[in-house]
């Protein structure tokens, strides 16, 4: 399979830590448990020989690799001849060269909004007719992945722009199975049950939670993750979606009532490790070591699918370690919604193999040989999820095949200054005592008004 770098965004892009991996075949067709009747069918409707395809997007070394296995089998089947290139830069170079008219067929992006700005710009193109119905249809919460990919043009007019594939799940709770089963403790299911499990935890002379919020100079941005999950615990997504555009605004009592919700887990000294107003100065990379002590220091760690690369060395999941939903409450009958996050494929110089490559990514192949290998999960309803590598991803798979509403990091939605700064900041004073939620939220918004 011949490969080609193509001009513009590549060749800058490789002088920028980018990566263009060369892919396989996994697996032979027809071998493993894939939809290979699917993936025929597929074959059989599109012939591609001579055509190229270009994919510029953020994944490097290993990601790059996967992806680049994915490509492979996208060629075998329809001759096509594809190129992927992965950059650290690609916010920056893609804009530069879609100015310039020298954009990729496909472009990848870490986030929406960046894609919404490119929409805006013209330099989008929608979607083929029929897709956002698919989506609606085949990936569980559909319509919540249809109005995170659905942006406005240049004449303000909405289309379905960005097809998201390979996302990651924040709502999580990582546990010591061994330590539950010592004191007897059952996984919640329920936020009344979560709750009660970390009074139990209390009584027994044990600490329920290890928080830890310091990351250098993006110091509390563990804290805006409760925060953003506690809201679609306790309001409607459209609530959420208000929030996070500033329509309802920051200092709105239901956004200051979500911030003393998450006071009540982390801003009482008998449920965290030791002082709650201490929490900001612990780096969130330590804090889930206490799961591991002897006796261990906390129970229980709310945070996202990455967190066992911190881990301690040989720690092994499923048996060491092991995670489950961070639930919902039952009373407030609002299903079971997912925070997270994820890559978005959007056509931005559109060719028939573009075209192919999109409508190649509605298969349940696409996903299953992307299941097969780390680090990638997937809402797909229709991907047998045998097909996941190991027991962890096929857990986080299914609490995203399972959720009702998935709502994207409202941190990164909202203007830089405010998600990744005076939010940021906020909640380090909130978390602190240094301020009260109210007075947070004030500042929070008064920083938004004046980004505007």
Known sequence: MKHSLYAGAATLALMAGAVQAEGELLHAVGEGS???????????ANDLSGESLTIFGPWLAGEGKSFENLVAYFDEATGSNSSYVGSDSLEQQILIDAAAGSAPNLTVFPQPGLAANMAKNGYLTPLADGSADWIKD??????????????????????????????????????????FEDFGYEVPETMEDFKALMDQMVADGETPLCVGLAS???????????????????????VYDDWVSNEMKF????????????????????????????????????????????????????????????????????????????????????????????TLFTVTNPNPAAEAFMEFLTTPFAHEIMMAQDGFLTPHLGANP?????????????????????????????????????????????????????TVAGEIQSSWDAAK
Request: hydrophobic share 40%; with cysteine.
């Open 34 to 44: 894939f939809d290979w009747d699917g993936y025929s069918a597929f074959a059989e």
């Open 138 to 179: 085949n990936f569980a919460a559909g319509q919540s992945w249809v109005d995170l990919g659905t942006f406005e043009n240049a004449e303000g007019a909405d289309g379905f722009y960005g097809f998201f594939f390979n996302v990651n799940v924040k709502s999580l709770v990582w546990y010591s199975p061994e330590n």
């Open 216 to 238: 250098g100079g993006a110091t509390g941005w563990p804290a805006t993750d409760w925060v953003e999950d506690l809201m679609l615990r306790t309001q409607p997504p459209e």
């Open 251 to 342: 200092d709105d009592p239901r956004v200051i009532a979500v911030i003393e919700e998450y006071g009540t887990f982390t801003r009482n000294d008998d449920y965290v490790v030791g002082d709650a107003d201490d929490t900001a100065a612990i780096d969130f990379r330590d804090s889930p070591k206490g799961l591991f002590d002897s006796p261990p220091a906390c129970m229980m760690h709310r945070q996202a699918s990455f967190i066992p690369a911190y881990f301690p060395e040989g720690t092994e999941l499923g048996a060491d370690a092991d995670f489950f939903y961070f639930p919902a409450f039952a009373e407030k009958d609002l299903g079971t919604p997912v925070l997270g996050a994820g």
């Open 386 to 438: 045998d097909n996941y590598s190991n027991d962890t991803q096929r857990g986080q798979g299914e609490i995203l095949t399972n959720a009702t509403t998935f709502r994207f990091d409202g941190s990164d939605l909202m203007p830089g200054a405010v998600g990744a700064g005076t939010f940021w900041t906020g909640m380090v004073d909130y978390s602190s005592g240094a301020k009260d939620a109210a």
